[in-house]
């Protein structure tokens, strides 16, 4: 499958395919390029909570000369640990030089941004490397770059789960360390830098990279190359790959396993609405620009921002192409790894229990099959529920959906050969057969443009700025646990009762039913049981009437200022 002639240098190449990445980035992600520095894709959110995060690097790191992973903005007055959930140092690493010039908003969004363009890249190198040919590279690039997964998490805010781009790299060294006859130190350190970056990226992705990759291997030993598994050379540079990215997982996994090593496992109820289904694979985005309106009007997709997992269906093809063709190309070996990778991060996605349109697959519990299966429901277990039920940590995942982005890895990287061996079986139509192709592909993944939000500080955290030092709360109190709330303390510096929302602490649970009536002697008195200087209140749920204001002084309470919808009181 290698081209005949190669008549573009290889660094010319590499500076066209980053203008390509990066006006497709543009095109994909319109209009956020005209508000770089001042709004972010989609509603507020996470995003929010991934802004706060670089601010509060940043001023750990560069003003207080202390390690970021634990704050004091949080949680007050305990403080609070980042390795609660997730921290994806790199990614905020990408944003920290803008952040250090007060542009955390500009941070996050090229941060954000730089996921696509090293997505295609990667992808179109490993693709370009396994067949020889650059148009090949690049449509698999622009397939893995763009697909409906990566725009859905682009959207959602997710710094950390939007990294796709170290997945190509890590894969291509493992699988080549498998297939190919000779040892490389290209395919060691192709493997170590792309473990690394999963390593500092998601905790969330390093699992279930580690699990993918065992159940491969277990397979790939098992069942299909039983000689190799005696093969030193494959282990030797397995275990130098893995000494190499030690720094690397040091970084990404101790923190996380001092929080959850007394384990904080989800209950069975909270997993099993994130099983992934068949139809999740075959259903285009909802924001798909020809489409995807109809999808959402016909089909259910309360989850889009999980469940949207859609394959594509020229890549497919192109994936099929090539696995009918893998003997002739001489790839088999290869073929059995995409095939074992797809199919396993297929099952693992769909999570517990057997789903279709985002409702669970049910039996009679009283037929053979409901009591194989053993529960009142008429459940069908798939292996996710055993894995929850034995393996360790397994029970800390919520969103199994996104394992699937293992799938559509292998099946971006297999559309590539496909193309590879249609273009040298008609070499006078390949520049035509690659631009077809691949305007395919961008036809069947292009959105409408998406909405924007405006990220600011409020009037009140400018005011709670100029304040002495204390502890603050947003009442109702859920609003101390949204992101919003968290990324204001950057401005005001008043350290929050809250963290987030997604790993509440107990103390929400026992201090809410105390507020139900605030302003109350009893709603006072535990507020200031928790050390705390200022009371913010949204409007909204507390108008600030004369009547109101006098009840709240009368139980010790004094009034400060009414700001843009937000009123605060100081506790004695």
């Known amino acids: 499958m290698k081209e005949n002639k190669q008549k573009i240098s290889p660094i010319l190449w590499a500076a066209g ?43 750990a790191i560069f003003d207080l000369n202390q390690l970021p992973f634990h704050s004091f903005l949080l949680n007050f007055p305990y403080g609070y640990n980042l390795a609660t959930t997730e921290i994806a140092p790199l990614q905020l690493a990408f944003a920290l030089p803008f952040a250090l010039g007060g542009q955390l908003v500009l941070g996050y969004n090229i941060s954000m941004l730089l996921t696509f363009v090293l997505a295609g890249l990667s992808m179109s190198y490993w693709v370009k490397h396994l067949t020889g040919s650059k148009a090949a590279g690049l449509l698999a690039g622009t397939a893995y770059a763009f697909l409906p997964y990566h725009m859905v998490h682009f959207l959602s805010g997710h710094l950390n789960i939007s990294a796709i ?54 397979i790939y ?52 609405q994130f099983s992934a289904g068949l139809s999740d694979y075959l259903l285009p985005f909802t924001r798909q620009f020809l489409w995807g309106k109809w999808v959402w009007q016909n089909f259910p997709r309360d989850l889009w921002n999980e469940a949207t997992l859609y394959v594509g269906l ?25 095939v074992a990778g797809f199919i396993i991060s297929l099952i693992l996605s769909m999570g517990t229990n057997l789903t279709w349109m985002e409702q669970p697959v049910t039996v009679n519990p009283d037929s053979w099959l409901g009591r194989l299966f053993n529960n009142p429901d008429g459940l069908i277990y798939l292996p996710g529920y055993f894995f929850f039920k034995t393996i360790p940590f397994y029970d800390i995942m919520r969103a199994w959906m996104r394992i699937g982005v293992f799938a559509l890895l292998f099946n971006c990287a297999a559309a590539g050969v496909g193309l590879a061996w249609l273009l040298e079986r008609w070499p006078k139509w390949r520049p035509l057969l690659a631009v077809l192709f691949i305007g395919l592909v961008l036809l069947d993944f292009y959105v409408t443009p998406n909405s924007l939000s405006a990220v ?11 304040q002495p030092y204390g502890g603050q709360v947003q009442l109702p109190l859920k609003q101390s646990y949204e992101e919003y709330s968290l990324y204001y303390t950057l401005t005001s510096q008043k350290p929050i009762i809250g963290v987030i929302r997604t790993f509440p602490s107990n103390r929400y649970f026992e201090l809410n039913p105390l507020l139900a009536n605030f302003p109350d002697a009893a709603s006072v008195a535990a507020l200031q049981e928790q050390q705390l200087t200022y009371v913010v209140l949204d409007e909204s749920h507390y108008p600030p009437t004369e009547a109101f204001i006098q009840a709240c002084e009368s139980l010790g309470m004094q009034f400060q200022v009414s700001l843009d919808g937000q009123t605060v009181f100081t506790l004695p």
């Open 221 to 272: 030993f098992v069942f299909l190359q039983r000689r190799q598994f005696l093969n030193g050379r494959i282990w030797k540079q397995f275990l130098l790959a893995g000494l190499i990215s030690i720094p690397a997982l040091a970084v990404g996994i101790l923190p996380y396993m001092l929080v959850h090593n007394g384990g904080e496992a989800r209950t069975l109820q909270d997993v099993m």
């Open 165 to 218: 781009q170290w997945f190509p790299l890590y894969f291509w060294g493992f699988t080549a360390i498998l297939t190919e006859e000779e040892k490389s130190p290209r395919n060691i350190w192709l493997l170590a830098i792309g473990l690394s970056g999963v390593a500092l990226t998601s905790q969330y992705y390093l699992y279930t990279t580690f699990v993918v990759s065992a159940l491969m291997l277990l």
């Open 314 to 338: 020229p890549v497919t093809a192109l994936a099929v192409f090539a696995f009918i063709r893998r003997k002739r190309s001489g790839q088999q070996a290869l073929f059995q790894l995409f």
């Open 17 to 59: 395919q980053v203008i390509y990445f990066v006006l497709l980035t543009l095109a994909f992600t319109r209009p956020l390029y005209k508000h770089l520095t001042t709004h972010i894709a989609g509603g507020l959110g996470d995003n929010l909570y991934f802004i706060w995060q670089i601010g509060w690097f940043k001023q």
């Open 456 to 466: 600011k500080p409020r009037e009140v955290d400018l005011w709670l700025a100029e």
